[in-house]
């Protein structure tokens, strides 16, 4: 209580909910494996050091992997102020470190004299060895590679893991919306946080001249993302002839430690007004008085990447501005036109969210099942094995906290096969897109007050409800009756509709009851006595 006190702003009710679902899940008796979705500045960090000195003050180790040298500085000083005032030891293991001092760090690391240690993928190496490691925190999980992340999974067997993101990877995003995973969102933003203003254009010299100077001469500094090394300088150069009275520095990740946080330390003191770099600012760059972002060839960046480099501008009360800029004579892919216009669109605080599922559509949700389709989920089909998939999640979730699992939607139901006409009409739901989404809602109803409200909602966008889509509605109600009374089918035969049980040996009249007396469908009344 005492650490939480400490915090200097007021948390936010997602804040304080992720907060509660976080320690329950420590305080469980299966390993944690909780996302935390949230935008840059939206409070993630601050979630993440509540759960490691909770774990410090039940006598484990904290790791917290990180994707960048220069992130990991950066989240060495926020938990070293928060922790300032309690016996909680915190250390960073980065390529900033010698030999020398990394050889200790591991040494003492193994003592157990270390509580919170802040790394990159140097953490992963099997030279490491811990005295009690009881939380993995993971900044950016999509950061790491295949091989890191098979070791990650090694450790999520044995101990928590909370993994922060403003956009998750597809196949991480799927794996929490099909309940593998669980996932906190954060989407409110701090107080006075402005959105981004977003401009997607081609490449143009007045445009990226008048771009710098406006946040030079309001006081401001900028970031320009050229991410190739090899040509850099080139491009710096070119930028000092257009924008001559402005101040400018290179930083990128194949400089030499000392010089790269030299350059970085004094572009935070306001020694230039603008770092040419690469995508080493995408994660934890936290400089207030840079407002202006301009992306060199922005088409050949990812989604995720795109708003994550966002995200580095527009962090103090002041209106920030991006500028996504391509080439005027290179002719973009669909997908890469596909990424900018979302980039775009999802100009909104907290939209971070929506870009992750947004991605998950552009790119699939990645094998959850290893580099082949093993076994019979070819046959099966991707989305039928999702549904099979949520099924058995609920199934063992209810075991596991003691409850009758959740109804199963409609998809896998009894069959309803009577001689009539249900579907959506094309005059009524004129977009394709539109009607499938409410084919999805209809498949997914669990029970008839979903269909009444589904009834309520489509009479007052689209009006009256024509014939074809009552009999579907019909239909509905009569496969919801026909599941609570465990049958398999209802259908004609000759003039008379006929229920088949599951098993003719346990079918008991009295769960004839349950089913409606009279269900009009078309010109035939469904009438059970």
């Not at 030499?256 to 770092?275: A, C, K, N, T, Y």
């Not at 973009?332 to 999802?346: G, S, V």
């Not at 089918?489 to 509709?497: G, Y």
Request: aromatic content about 6%; glycine content about 6%.
């Amino acid at each position: 209580r005492e650490l939480e006190d400490g915090f200097p702003f007021e948390e936010t009710p997602d804040q304080l909910q992720a907060l509660t679902e976080v320690k329950g899940d420590m305080e469980a008796a299966r390993p944690m494996d909780r996302v935390i979705c949230g935008d840059v500045g939206f409070g993630k960090t601050e979630v993440a050091i509540r759960a490691a000195f909770k774990a410090v003050m039940d006598g484990y180790q904290v790791a917290v992997l990180v994707p960048t040298t220069v992130l990991a500085q950066q989240h060495e000083r926020t938990f070293r102020e928060r922790v300032a005032g309690f016996p909680v030891r915190v250390d960073v293991l980065s390529r900033f470190r010698s030999d020398e001092e990394a050889r200790d760090i591991i040494a003492r690391l193994r003592a157990g004299e270390i509580d919170i240690i802040i790394g990159t993928h140097r953490l992963l190496q099997p030279a490491i060895e811990f005295s009690n490691l009881g939380l993995v925190i993971i900044d950016e999980e999509q950061r790491f590679g295949v091989t890191h992340k098979e070791r990650l999974k090694r450790m999520r067997l044995e101990v928590d893991v909370l993994t922060l993101s403003a956009t998750p990877i597809p196949r991480t995003l799927h794996m929490a919306l099909s309940g593998i995973r669980d996932m906190s969102t954060i989407d409110t933003a701090p107080e006075g946080r402005q959105p981004v203003q977003t401009f997607v254009a081609e490449w143009d010299d007045i445009l990226v001249r008048e771009a710098i100077l406006h946040e030079v001469e309001r006081g401001g500094q900028v970031y320009v993302v050229h991410n190739r090394v090899h040509s850099i300088d080139v491009f710096t150069d070119r930028l000092r002839s257009i924008v001559p009275e402005a101040r400018f520095v290179v930083g990128h990740g194949q400089m030499p430690e000392s010089i790269l946080q030299r350059v970085m330390e004094r572009f935070g003191d306001g020694e230039f007004d603008v770092l040419v770099c690469t995508t080493i600012i995408e994660s934890g760059i936290d400089i207030p008085n840079v407002n202006t972002l301009i992306v060199d060839q922005a088409d050949r960046f990812g989604l995720a990447q795109l708003y994550q480099l966002r995200g580095r501008v527009g962090r103090s009360v002041h209106q920030a501005s991006a500028y996504l800029l391509h080439p005027r004579d290179r002719v973009m892919t669909e997908e890469a036109q596909q990424r900018l216009a979302a980039i775009f669109e999802a100009s909104e605080l907290g939209s971070g969210y929506q870009v992750a599922l947004r991605d998950l559509e552009i790119r699939g949700a990645g094998n959850l099942l290893g580099a082949e389709q093993s076994g019979n989920i070819a046959s099966v089909g991707f989305d039928l094995y999702t549904k099979m998939l949520a099924e058995s999640v609920e199934e063992l979730r209810a075991s596991h906290e003691g409850r009758a699992p959740a109804p199963a939607p409609l998809g896998r139901g009894p069959v309803v096969d009577l001689p009539t006409s249900a579907f959506i009409p094309e005059s009524y739901v004129p977009e394709v897109e539109g009607r499938l989404a409410l084919y999805q809602r209809i498949a997914a109803i669990t029970n008839s007050a979903e269909v009444h409200m589904l009834r309520s909602e489509l009479t007052d966008r689209f009006g009256a409800l024509p014939e074809a889509l009552e009999h579907l509605l019909a239909l509905v109600r009569i496969r919801l009756a026909a599941r609570d009374s465990e049958l398999a089918a209802v259908r004609t035969e000759d003039e008379d509709v006929v229920l088949v049980a599951d098993d003719r040996r346990s079918f008991a009249r009295r769960r004839l009851r349950q089913l409606p007396k009279a269900i009009r469908v078309g010109q035939m009344q469904v009438r059970v006595s």
